[in-house]
T-cell receptor, first 111, second 114 residues
Framework: DAKTTQPPSMDCAEGRAANLPCNHSTISGNEYVYWYRQIHSQGPQYIIHGLKNNETNEMASLIITEDRKSSTLILPHATLRDTAVYYCIVRAQTGANNLFFGTGTRLTVIP | DAGITQSPRHKVTETGTPVTLRCHQTENHRYMYWYRQDPGHGLRLIHYSYGVKDTDKGEVSDGYSVSRSKTEDFLLTLESATSSQTSVYFC?????????????FGPGTRLTVL
């Protein structure tokens, strides 16, 4: 599975959009971009995933660049409950689908 | 929570003792996973299962064994616990729907080996 690079930490003001970047320059054509988050002491939570088109769901939007070498997770109106570690993961849909977690980005939403 | 429970939720044990952690699911998903999480490492895969009696190793499998005798239960065993196995252990299941595969995680088990 391709490796990802994320900034270790970010701050965001409550109510503003949080934009979390991820670089995945070695991504393969059959690999998807997944985002998970982990709120303190809880299990990771699935947020969103995509292959090459931008995606949106009730939690977030995912913007993938045309060359697929990077992506951005957008939380449109961050709340204090969005404070968490966010993980960007790339993997294929076939096989065991193991998730390779890096150290993620610690997002702190500030009142 | 996709019907995943882990037991026990907390355990303190001594070096050299055997420990078994249980992951239970209620939705008959084929794939189940065991991860450990340590400061500075994110989550790392220990073992996974792709069906009853079908298991395979992950990246940090040394010192651990697993068993899956029925679909709903995936057991992780530390035959002889060591202090380096002090960690938080998460179980996950894979849910396949509409062409996508997401993993859903249990609440975790905090294990301390003294």
């Amino acid at each position: 599975d391709a490796k990802t690079t994320q900034p270790p930490s970010m701050d965001c003001a409550e109510g503003r959009a949080a934009n979390l970047p991820c670089n995945h320059s070695t991504i393969s054509g059959n690999e998807y971009v997944y985002w998970y988050r982990q709120i303190h002491s809880q299990g990771p939570q699935y947020i969103i995933h995509g292959l090459k088109n931008n995606e949106t769901n009730e939690m977030a939007s995912l913007i993938i660049t045309e060359d697929r070498k990077s992506s951005t997770l957008i939380l449109p109106h961050a709340t204090l409950r969005d404070t968490a570690v966010y993980y960007c993961i790339v993997r294929a849909q076939t096989g065991a689908n193991n998730l390779f977690f890096g150290t993620g980005t610690r997002l702190t939403v500030i009142p | 929570d996709a019907g995943i429970t882990q037991s026990p939720r907390h355990k303190v044990t001594e070096t050299g003792t055997p420990v078994t952690l249980r992951c239970h699911q209620t939705e008959n998903h084929r794939y189940m996973y065991w991860y450990r999480q340590d400061p500075g490492h994110g989550l790392r895969l220990i073992h996974y299962s792709y069906g009853v009696k079908d298991t395979d190793k992950g990246e940090v499998s040394d010192g651990y064994s697993v068993s899956r005798s029925k679909t709903e239960d995936f057991l992780l065993t530390l035959e002889s616990a060591t202090s380096s196995q002090t960690s938080v252990y998460f179980c996950a299941i894979r849910v396949t729907s509409g062409g996508s595969n997401e993993q859903f995680f249990g609440p975790g088990t905090r294990l301390t080996v003294l």
